[in-house]
T-cell receptor, first 115, second 112 residues
Framework: GEQVEQLPSILRVQEGSSASINCSYE??????FPWYKQEPGENPKLIIDIRSNMERKQIQELIVLLDKKAKRFSLHITDTQPGDSAMYFC??????????????FGHGTILRVHP | EAAVTQSPRNKVAVTGGKVTLSCNQTNNHNNMYWYRQDTGHGLRLIHYSYGAGSTEKGDIPDGYKASRPSQENFSLILELATPSQTSVYFC???????????FGSGTRLTVL
């Protein structure tokens, strides 16, 4: 099945700087790549996603890039704030049928934004 | 936002006992999923379903069974719980294409 690798596992940045998380996948048929943010004790929540027909997507301070040839995708958070501190997961979706698919997650990145 | 409710929130079980984790979604989503979350492993898929009456094995199904008796409900069953199944379990639902997943609040299971 699909494998998703995520790096780094821990990322510490200064407030106001940028943070980047990188993921790679194996299945060239994967076509949807969401990013989830998880606060301590909470459930994961979708923050941004990108489909395979796009190379770049931005929502406010969040930028995702997709390189299908290299099978890599990344999340960039510009002008980080302490509220961005959380666990972040990347994922890749593999279709398993006409109307269903399953998401394979990376192992997660703990982001710490220091004032 | 989509509503996914899990019960119980916390559960302590004994080794060899039977555990049932329940999940209910009120969004008429076809697809439902059970993941477990462990430090260093992220979220791993145990079982999933694309409609009432269907269950499919995920990436780590051993030791788990699933049941989808209705569109709204999806249960995860540990027939003989082991300490290695101590984890946080998340249920999620998604619409056709299983793109955006909405997660429940999680169940923290401890097997002694």
């Amino acid at each position: 099945g699909e494998q998703v690798e995520q790096l780094p596992s821990i990322l510490r940045v200064q407030e106001g700087s940028s943070a980047s998380i990188n993921c790679s996948y194996e299945d060239s048929a994967s076509n949807y790549f969401p990013w989830y943010k998880q606060e301590p004790g909470e459930n994961p929540k979708l923050i941004i996603d990108i489909r395979s027909n796009m190379e770049r997507k931005q929502i406010q301070e969040l930028i995702v890039l997709l390189d299908k040839k290299a099978k890599r995708f990344s999340l960039h958070i510009t002008d980080t704030q302490p509220g961005d501190s959380a666990m972040y997961f990347c994922a890749a979706m593999t279709n398993t049928g006409a109307n269903t698919g399953k998401l394979t997650f990376g192992h997660g990145t703990i982001l710490r934004v220091h004032p | 936002e989509a509503a996914v409710t899990q019960s119980p929130r916390n559960k302590v079980a004994v080794t060899g006992g039977k555990v049932t984790l329940s999940c209910n979604q009120t969004n008429n989503h076809n697809n439902m999923y059970w993941y477990r979350q462990d430090t260093g492993h992220g979220l791993r898929l145990i079982h999933y379903s694309y409609g009432a009456g269907s269950t499919e094995k995920g990436d780590i199904p051993d030791g788990y069974k699933a049941s989808r008796p209705s569109q709204e409900n999806f249960s995860l069953i540990l027939e003989l719980a082991t300490p290695s199944q101590t984890s946080v379990y998340f249920c999620a639902s998604g619409g056709t294409g299983a793109e955006t997943l909405y997660f429940g609040s999680g169940t923290r299971l401890t097997v002694l």
